[in-house]
Protein backbone atom coordinates (compact mmCIF):
# COMPACT_ATOMS: atom_id res chain seq x y z
CA UNK A 1 0.00 0.00 0.00
CA UNK A 2 1.42 3.20 -0.76
CA UNK A 3 0.86 6.21 1.58
CA UNK A 4 1.53 10.57 0.36
CA UNK A 5 1.45 12.81 3.64
CA UNK A 6 3.73 16.42 3.66
CA UNK A 7 5.89 17.41 6.77
CA UNK A 8 5.87 20.79 9.01
CA UNK A 9 8.34 22.21 6.28
CA UNK A 10 6.00 21.58 3.42
CA UNK A 11 7.79 18.62 2.05
CA UNK A 12 5.80 15.74 0.96
CA UNK A 13 7.29 11.83 2.09
CA UNK A 14 6.14 9.01 0.15
CA UNK A 15 6.03 5.65 2.09
CA UNK A 16 5.57 1.74 0.48
CA UNK A 17 4.07 0.11 3.24
CA UNK A 18 4.19 -4.40 2.11
CA UNK A 19 2.48 -6.77 4.05
CA UNK A 20 4.87 -9.32 5.13
CA UNK A 21 2.15 -11.87 6.56
CA UNK A 22 2.52 -14.46 4.21
CA UNK A 23 6.02 -14.36 4.47
CA UNK A 24 6.42 -14.83 8.22
CA UNK A 25 3.87 -17.69 7.73
CA UNK A 26 6.22 -19.02 5.51
CA UNK A 27 9.18 -18.73 7.54
CA UNK A 28 7.90 -20.21 10.36
CA UNK A 29 7.02 -23.58 8.19
CA UNK A 30 10.35 -23.57 6.92
CA UNK A 31 11.82 -23.30 10.84
CA UNK A 32 9.09 -25.80 12.06
CA UNK A 33 9.95 -28.13 9.14
CA UNK A 34 13.35 -27.88 9.80
CA UNK A 35 13.58 -28.73 13.56
CA UNK A 36 11.44 -31.65 12.88
CA UNK A 37 13.97 -33.17 10.24
CA UNK A 38 15.51 -36.32 11.27
CA UNK A 39 18.95 -34.95 10.02
CA UNK A 40 21.06 -32.31 10.92
CA UNK A 41 20.47 -29.20 9.13
CA UNK A 42 22.95 -26.67 8.68
CA UNK A 43 22.39 -23.56 6.54
CA UNK A 44 25.31 -21.54 5.45
CA UNK A 45 25.95 -18.40 3.30
CA UNK A 46 28.06 -17.72 0.38
CA UNK A 47 30.76 -16.48 3.19
CA UNK A 48 30.51 -19.96 4.79
CA UNK A 49 28.77 -18.63 7.91
CA UNK A 50 25.94 -20.19 9.33
CA UNK A 51 22.84 -18.44 9.57
CA UNK A 52 20.38 -21.28 10.62
CA UNK A 53 20.55 -24.77 12.50
CA UNK A 54 18.35 -27.23 13.80
CA UNK A 55 17.75 -29.04 17.13
CA UNK A 56 19.15 -32.51 15.50
CA UNK A 57 22.72 -30.01 14.73
CA UNK A 58 22.72 -29.20 18.14
CA UNK A 59 22.58 -32.80 19.48
CA UNK A 60 24.86 -34.39 16.54
CA UNK A 61 27.67 -32.04 16.87
CA UNK A 62 27.02 -30.68 20.87
CA UNK A 63 27.23 -27.35 20.15
CA UNK A 64 24.53 -24.58 21.52
CA UNK A 65 22.59 -22.71 18.59
CA UNK A 66 24.49 -19.51 20.40
CA UNK A 67 27.88 -21.07 19.40
CA UNK A 68 27.21 -21.96 15.63
CA UNK A 69 25.53 -19.21 14.57
CA UNK A 70 27.69 -16.55 12.65
CA UNK A 71 30.59 -19.27 12.79
CA UNK A 72 32.37 -20.48 9.76
CA UNK A 73 30.89 -23.71 8.87
CA UNK A 74 34.60 -25.43 8.54
CA UNK A 75 34.03 -25.59 12.62
CA UNK A 76 32.22 -28.61 12.37
CA UNK A 77 35.06 -29.89 9.74
CA UNK A 78 37.95 -32.17 11.08
CA UNK A 79 41.21 -30.57 11.83
CA UNK A 80 42.54 -32.49 8.56
CA UNK A 81 39.96 -31.35 5.90
CA UNK A 82 40.09 -27.39 6.90
CA UNK A 83 41.78 -26.19 4.60
CA UNK A 84 40.26 -27.97 1.53
CA UNK A 85 36.79 -27.16 2.63
CA UNK A 86 36.70 -23.34 1.71
CA UNK A 87 37.51 -24.01 -2.04
CA UNK A 88 34.78 -27.05 -1.89
CA UNK A 89 32.34 -24.96 -0.74
CA UNK A 90 33.54 -21.78 -3.44
CA UNK A 91 33.06 -24.27 -6.15
CA UNK A 92 29.75 -25.49 -5.06
CA UNK A 93 28.01 -22.09 -4.85
CA UNK A 94 29.74 -21.37 -8.09
CA UNK A 95 27.05 -23.83 -9.49
CA UNK A 96 24.44 -24.80 -6.64
CA UNK A 97 22.72 -27.80 -7.60
CA UNK A 98 20.94 -30.26 -5.20
CA UNK A 99 23.37 -33.18 -5.11
CA UNK A 100 24.96 -35.86 -2.62
CA UNK A 101 28.47 -34.32 -1.40
CA UNK A 102 31.77 -36.37 -1.67
CA UNK A 103 30.49 -38.80 -3.62
CA UNK A 104 32.42 -41.19 -3.13
CA UNK A 105 34.28 -40.11 -0.47
CA UNK A 106 34.48 -40.99 3.26
CA UNK A 107 33.57 -37.73 5.07
CA UNK A 108 33.78 -36.86 8.54
CA UNK A 109 32.05 -34.32 11.02
CA UNK A 110 33.36 -32.90 14.31
CA UNK A 111 31.98 -32.70 18.02
CA UNK A 112 32.87 -30.11 19.93
CA UNK A 113 35.16 -32.48 22.09
CA UNK A 114 37.12 -32.87 18.98
CA UNK A 115 35.57 -36.27 18.25
CA UNK A 116 35.16 -36.98 14.69
CA UNK A 117 32.24 -39.26 13.31
CA UNK A 118 31.40 -40.20 9.55
CA UNK A 119 28.73 -38.19 7.92
CA UNK A 120 26.50 -38.08 4.63
CA UNK A 121 25.73 -35.08 3.40
CA UNK A 122 23.02 -33.86 0.89
CA UNK A 123 23.51 -30.15 -0.47
CA UNK A 124 20.64 -28.12 -1.59
CA UNK A 125 20.20 -24.37 -2.78
CA UNK A 126 18.06 -21.84 -1.38
CA UNK A 127 17.18 -18.82 -3.27
CA UNK A 128 16.21 -15.68 -0.75
CA UNK A 129 15.83 -12.09 -0.80
CA UNK A 130 19.31 -11.89 0.70
CA UNK A 131 21.33 -14.38 -1.91
CA UNK A 132 21.79 -17.84 -2.23
CA UNK A 133 22.27 -19.97 0.82
CA UNK A 134 22.96 -23.72 1.18
CA UNK A 135 21.00 -26.21 3.11
CA UNK A 136 23.13 -29.22 4.19
CA UNK A 137 21.28 -32.31 5.43
CA UNK A 138 23.82 -34.21 7.70
CA UNK A 139 23.26 -37.85 8.84
CA UNK A 140 25.33 -39.42 11.06
CA UNK A 141 26.45 -42.63 9.64
CA UNK A 142 28.20 -44.61 12.45
CA UNK A 143 25.75 -47.31 12.83
CA UNK A 144 25.71 -47.77 9.27
CA UNK A 145 29.77 -48.06 9.12
CA UNK A 146 29.87 -50.51 11.92
CA UNK A 147 27.18 -52.60 10.37
CA UNK A 148 28.99 -52.33 6.98
CA UNK A 149 32.31 -53.28 9.01
CA UNK A 150 31.25 -55.83 10.79
CA UNK A 151 29.20 -57.43 7.41
CA UNK A 152 32.83 -57.31 5.30
CA UNK A 153 34.12 -58.95 8.63
CA UNK A 154 31.88 -61.71 7.97
CA UNK A 155 32.32 -62.09 4.56
CA UNK A 156 35.69 -62.22 5.12
CA UNK A 157 35.44 -64.96 7.43
CA UNK A 158 33.17 -67.29 5.70
CA UNK A 159 34.85 -67.17 2.29
CA UNK A 160 38.39 -67.51 4.15
CA UNK A 161 36.41 -70.55 5.58
CA UNK A 162 37.06 -74.51 4.66
CA UNK A 163 33.91 -75.37 5.61
CA UNK A 164 31.26 -75.14 2.70
CA UNK A 165 29.17 -72.65 4.23
CA UNK A 166 25.65 -71.98 1.87
CA UNK A 167 22.61 -70.18 1.61
CA UNK A 168 19.01 -71.41 0.35
CA UNK A 169 15.82 -69.65 -0.01
CA UNK A 170 13.01 -72.00 1.31
CA UNK A 171 12.51 -73.86 -1.81
CA UNK A 172 16.31 -74.99 -1.46
CA UNK A 173 17.91 -72.69 -4.46
CA UNK A 174 21.43 -72.02 -3.44
CA UNK A 175 21.49 -68.38 -2.84
CA UNK A 176 25.16 -67.86 -1.82
CA UNK A 177 28.12 -70.35 -2.02
CA UNK A 178 31.69 -69.94 -0.39
CA UNK A 179 34.78 -70.58 -1.34
CA UNK A 180 34.76 -73.60 1.00
CA UNK A 181 31.92 -74.98 -0.97
CA UNK A 182 33.82 -74.60 -3.94
CA UNK A 183 36.68 -76.77 -2.76
CA UNK A 184 34.21 -79.30 -1.30
CA UNK A 185 32.02 -79.91 -3.85
CA UNK A 186 33.87 -78.84 -6.91
CA UNK A 187 31.44 -75.98 -8.46
CA UNK A 188 31.89 -72.63 -8.69
CA UNK A 189 29.69 -70.11 -6.88
CA UNK A 190 28.62 -69.21 -10.74
CA UNK A 191 27.61 -72.96 -11.14
CA UNK A 192 25.67 -73.51 -8.21
CA UNK A 193 23.93 -69.75 -7.34
CA UNK A 194 20.53 -70.07 -8.65
CA UNK A 195 20.81 -74.03 -8.72
CA UNK A 196 18.78 -76.53 -6.39
CA UNK A 197 21.04 -77.71 -3.55
CA UNK A 198 19.65 -81.34 -4.55
CA UNK A 199 21.87 -81.37 -6.91
CA UNK A 200 24.49 -82.26 -4.48
CA UNK A 201 21.94 -85.15 -3.45
CA UNK A 202 23.19 -89.00 -4.31
CA UNK A 203 21.27 -90.50 -6.79
CA UNK A 204 18.39 -92.72 -5.53
CA UNK A 205 18.72 -90.58 -2.06
CA UNK A 206 15.86 -88.26 -0.31
CA UNK A 207 17.12 -85.04 -0.02
CA UNK A 208 16.83 -84.09 3.81
CA UNK A 209 16.67 -80.39 3.19
CA UNK A 210 12.66 -80.27 3.63
CA UNK A 211 12.93 -81.83 6.82
CA UNK A 212 15.75 -79.64 8.01
CA UNK A 213 13.83 -76.45 7.07
CA UNK A 214 10.84 -78.26 8.77
CA UNK A 215 12.90 -78.56 12.07
CA UNK A 216 14.81 -75.51 11.88
CA UNK A 217 11.69 -73.20 11.16
CA UNK A 218 9.98 -74.47 14.35
CA UNK A 219 13.03 -73.54 16.51
CA UNK A 220 14.87 -76.88 17.07
CA UNK A 221 18.69 -76.67 16.80
CA UNK A 222 20.36 -79.16 13.65
CA UNK A 223 24.33 -79.24 14.48
CA UNK A 224 26.58 -82.38 13.48
CA UNK A 225 24.03 -83.87 11.35
CA UNK A 226 26.06 -86.79 9.63
CA UNK A 227 25.37 -87.92 5.96
CA UNK A 228 26.68 -88.11 2.58
CA UNK A 229 26.67 -85.60 -0.54
CA UNK A 230 27.37 -86.01 -4.04
CA UNK A 231 30.47 -83.62 -5.76
CA UNK A 232 30.45 -82.36 -9.11
CA UNK A 233 33.05 -85.30 -10.31
CA UNK A 234 30.23 -87.59 -8.84
CA UNK A 235 32.48 -88.56 -5.83
CA UNK A 236 30.85 -89.00 -2.70
CA UNK A 237 31.94 -87.54 0.30
CA UNK A 238 31.12 -87.79 4.24
CA UNK A 239 29.96 -84.29 5.82
CA UNK A 240 28.91 -83.41 9.35
CA UNK A 241 25.75 -80.33 8.65
CA UNK A 242 24.62 -77.77 10.79
CA UNK A 243 21.60 -76.37 9.75
CA UNK A 244 20.25 -72.22 10.92
CA UNK A 245 17.74 -70.34 9.40
CA UNK A 246 17.96 -67.00 7.77
CA UNK A 247 16.20 -64.12 9.02
CA UNK A 248 14.88 -60.82 7.53
CA UNK A 249 14.92 -57.25 9.61
CA UNK A 250 11.47 -58.61 10.74
CA UNK A 251 12.47 -61.57 12.07
CA UNK A 252 10.82 -63.81 9.37
CA UNK A 253 12.03 -66.80 7.74
CA UNK A 254 13.55 -66.17 4.39
CA UNK A 255 16.11 -68.96 4.21
CA UNK A 256 18.22 -71.52 5.45
CA UNK A 257 22.72 -71.78 6.11
CA UNK A 258 24.06 -74.44 6.16
CA UNK A 259 27.88 -75.46 7.43
CA UNK A 260 29.17 -78.24 5.79
CA UNK A 261 32.52 -80.10 7.43
CA UNK A 262 34.30 -82.80 5.31
CA UNK A 263 34.52 -85.61 8.04
CA UNK A 264 35.82 -88.41 5.77
CA UNK A 265 39.55 -88.30 7.17
CA UNK A 266 37.87 -88.45 10.78
CA UNK A 267 36.02 -90.78 10.03
CA UNK A 268 39.20 -93.07 8.98
CA UNK A 269 40.99 -91.99 11.88
CA UNK A 270 38.09 -93.13 13.81
CA UNK A 271 37.87 -96.52 12.20
CA UNK A 272 41.49 -96.63 12.86
CA UNK A 273 41.17 -96.13 16.31
CA UNK A 274 38.90 -98.34 16.32
CA UNK A 275 40.89 -101.27 14.72
CA UNK A 276 43.30 -100.23 17.12
CA UNK A 277 40.96 -100.70 20.19
CA UNK A 278 39.10 -103.85 18.68
CA UNK A 279 41.43 -105.34 16.44
CA UNK A 280 44.28 -108.23 16.99
CA UNK A 281 47.56 -106.22 15.31
CA UNK A 282 49.43 -109.71 14.24
CA UNK A 283 46.34 -111.64 13.27
CA UNK A 284 43.67 -109.13 11.93
CA UNK A 285 41.49 -110.70 14.15
CA UNK A 286 39.48 -109.84 17.07
CA UNK A 287 41.25 -108.77 20.42
CA UNK A 288 40.10 -110.10 23.45
CA UNK A 289 38.58 -107.15 24.34
CA UNK A 290 36.16 -106.84 21.19
CA UNK A 291 35.67 -110.86 21.92
CA UNK A 292 33.88 -110.39 25.20
CA UNK A 293 31.73 -107.44 24.62
CA UNK A 294 30.59 -110.20 21.42
CA UNK A 295 30.07 -112.79 24.03
CA UNK A 296 28.42 -110.32 26.28
CA UNK A 297 25.93 -108.96 23.56
CA UNK A 298 25.46 -112.46 22.91
CA UNK A 299 24.43 -113.93 26.12
CA UNK A 300 22.03 -110.83 26.55
CA UNK A 301 20.35 -111.82 23.06
CA UNK A 302 19.96 -115.44 24.53
CA UNK A 303 18.01 -114.35 27.37
CA UNK A 304 15.96 -112.02 26.10
CA UNK A 305 15.13 -113.73 22.82
CA UNK A 306 15.93 -117.35 23.97
CA UNK A 307 18.69 -117.28 20.75
CA UNK A 308 21.02 -119.97 21.15
CA UNK A 309 24.91 -119.58 20.17
CA UNK A 310 28.18 -121.90 20.81
CA UNK A 311 31.20 -120.34 22.12
CA UNK A 312 34.60 -122.28 21.50
CA UNK A 313 38.15 -122.27 22.92
CA UNK A 314 41.16 -123.05 20.87
CA UNK A 315 44.89 -123.53 22.16
CA UNK A 316 48.33 -124.61 19.63
CA UNK A 317 49.54 -127.39 21.30
CA UNK A 318 53.26 -127.06 21.30
CA UNK A 319 53.25 -123.70 20.26
CA UNK A 320 55.98 -123.06 22.81
CA UNK A 321 58.31 -125.38 21.29
CA UNK A 322 58.10 -123.50 18.00
CA UNK A 323 58.99 -119.95 19.60
CA UNK A 324 61.99 -121.77 21.31
CA UNK A 325 63.21 -123.27 18.99
CA UNK A 326 62.63 -121.52 15.54
CA UNK A 327 62.29 -118.04 16.98
CA UNK A 328 59.73 -115.92 17.43
CA UNK A 329 59.67 -114.76 13.09
CA UNK A 330 58.38 -118.25 12.89
CA UNK A 331 55.80 -118.54 15.44
CA UNK A 332 54.41 -115.11 14.31
CA UNK A 333 54.00 -116.82 10.89
CA UNK A 334 51.90 -119.71 12.52
CA UNK A 335 49.82 -117.44 14.06
CA UNK A 336 48.86 -115.23 11.09
CA UNK A 337 48.89 -118.59 8.85
CA UNK A 338 46.46 -120.39 11.49
CA UNK A 339 44.30 -117.35 11.82
CA UNK A 340 43.95 -116.81 8.13
CA UNK A 341 42.61 -120.54 7.69
CA UNK A 342 40.11 -120.42 10.38
CA UNK A 343 38.60 -117.23 8.99
CA UNK A 344 38.08 -118.96 5.38
CA UNK A 345 36.53 -122.27 7.54
CA UNK A 346 33.85 -119.84 9.38
CA UNK A 347 30.67 -118.26 8.56
CA UNK A 348 31.16 -114.33 7.40
CA UNK A 349 29.58 -113.43 11.00
CA UNK A 350 31.05 -116.25 13.13
CA UNK A 351 33.19 -113.95 15.24
CA UNK A 352 36.73 -115.12 15.40
CA UNK A 353 39.37 -113.98 17.95
CA UNK A 354 42.91 -113.98 19.52
CA UNK A 355 42.65 -113.55 23.20
CA UNK A 356 46.12 -115.27 24.03
CA UNK A 357 49.57 -115.97 22.77
CA UNK A 358 48.64 -119.18 21.18
CA UNK A 359 44.60 -119.03 21.70
CA UNK A 360 41.46 -118.17 19.52
CA UNK A 361 38.22 -118.07 20.23
CA UNK A 362 35.37 -118.40 18.09
CA UNK A 363 31.46 -117.01 18.87
CA UNK A 364 28.86 -118.74 16.25
CA UNK A 365 25.41 -117.32 16.76
CA UNK A 366 22.65 -119.72 16.04
CA UNK A 367 25.01 -122.48 16.57
CA UNK A 368 23.79 -125.73 18.69
CA UNK A 369 26.71 -127.64 20.39
CA UNK A 370 26.24 -130.45 18.83
CA UNK A 371 26.32 -128.82 15.46
CA UNK A 372 29.33 -126.94 16.69
CA UNK A 373 31.13 -130.22 17.82
CA UNK A 374 31.33 -131.37 14.32
CA UNK A 375 32.81 -127.73 13.28
CA UNK A 376 35.15 -127.86 15.52
CA UNK A 377 36.89 -131.17 14.98
CA UNK A 378 36.72 -129.77 11.17
CA UNK A 379 38.71 -127.22 12.55
CA UNK A 380 41.21 -129.95 14.28
CA UNK A 381 41.82 -130.67 10.61
CA UNK A 382 42.07 -127.64 9.46
CA UNK A 383 44.92 -126.29 11.93
CA UNK A 384 46.68 -129.65 11.60
CA UNK A 385 47.39 -129.24 8.03
CA UNK A 386 48.29 -125.69 8.12
CA UNK A 387 51.79 -125.48 7.09
CA UNK A 388 54.32 -123.38 8.63
CA UNK A 389 56.98 -122.52 6.65
CA UNK A 390 60.60 -122.72 8.24
CA UNK A 391 63.63 -121.59 6.41
CA UNK A 392 65.93 -124.28 5.68
CA UNK A 393 63.90 -126.70 7.40
CA UNK A 394 61.12 -128.69 6.63
CA UNK A 395 57.38 -127.53 7.24
CA UNK A 396 55.96 -127.51 10.69
CA UNK A 397 52.37 -128.48 11.73
CA UNK A 398 50.45 -127.94 14.72
CA UNK A 399 47.38 -129.92 16.15
CA UNK A 400 44.57 -127.94 18.39
CA UNK A 401 43.23 -128.67 21.90
CA UNK A 402 39.39 -127.54 21.41
CA UNK A 403 36.55 -126.76 24.52
CA UNK A 404 32.65 -125.52 23.28
CA UNK A 405 30.09 -124.76 25.29
CA UNK A 406 27.13 -123.58 24.26
CA UNK A 407 24.85 -119.97 25.08
CA UNK A 408 21.38 -120.16 25.56
CA UNK A 409 18.54 -118.75 27.83
CA UNK A 410 19.90 -120.11 30.94
CA UNK A 411 23.60 -119.14 30.63
CA UNK A 412 23.78 -116.73 33.64
CA UNK A 413 26.52 -114.69 32.29
CA UNK A 414 28.88 -113.74 29.83
CA UNK A 415 32.04 -114.41 33.05
CA UNK A 416 30.87 -118.18 33.40
CA UNK A 417 30.71 -119.09 29.92
CA UNK A 418 33.96 -118.25 29.52
CA UNK A 419 35.65 -119.59 32.54
CA UNK A 420 33.25 -122.66 31.25
CA UNK A 421 34.73 -123.14 28.07
CA UNK A 422 38.19 -122.50 28.96
CA UNK A 423 37.64 -125.03 31.56
CA UNK A 424 36.53 -127.27 28.89
CA UNK A 425 39.77 -126.62 26.99
CA UNK A 426 42.34 -127.15 29.02
CA UNK A 427 40.61 -130.93 30.01
CA UNK A 428 40.84 -131.31 26.28
CA UNK A 429 44.81 -130.61 26.13
CA UNK A 430 44.95 -133.02 29.06
CA UNK A 431 43.94 -135.71 27.21
CA UNK A 432 46.17 -134.67 24.14
CA UNK A 433 49.23 -135.74 23.41
CA UNK A 434 50.08 -134.10 20.45
CA UNK A 435 52.96 -132.59 19.84
CA UNK A 436 54.96 -130.60 16.88
CA UNK A 437 55.01 -132.93 13.51
CA UNK A 438 57.51 -132.72 11.00
CA UNK A 439 57.05 -133.96 7.57
Not at 24 to 45: H, N, Q, W
Not at 289 to 316: K, N, P, W
Not at 406 to 432: A, F, G, H, W
Amino acid sequence: MDSLRSKADGTLVSSAIRDISDRKRSEEMFRGLLESAPDAMVIVDSKGEIVLVNAQTVKLFDYGRDELLGQRVELLVPDRFRDLHPDLRSGYFADPHARPMGVGLELYGRRKDGTEFPIEISLSPLETEDGTLVSSAIRDISDRKRSEEEASHFRAVIESSQDAIIGKDLDGIITSWNSGAECLYGYSAAEAIGKSISVLVLPGHDDEMPEFIRRVRSGEQLKNFETVRQRKDGTQVEVSLTVSVIQDRKGSVIGISSIARDIGLRLRYQEQLRLLAEQDALTGLCNRRRFQRGVSDQVGRARRYEEHATLMMIDLNGFKQINDIYGHRVGDRALRTIAAALKRRLRDNDIVARVGGDEFAVLMPYARAKDAAVIAEDLRKVISGCKIEVDDSPELHLSASIGLVQIDKDTPNDETVLDEVDRLMYRDKEQSRTKILRV
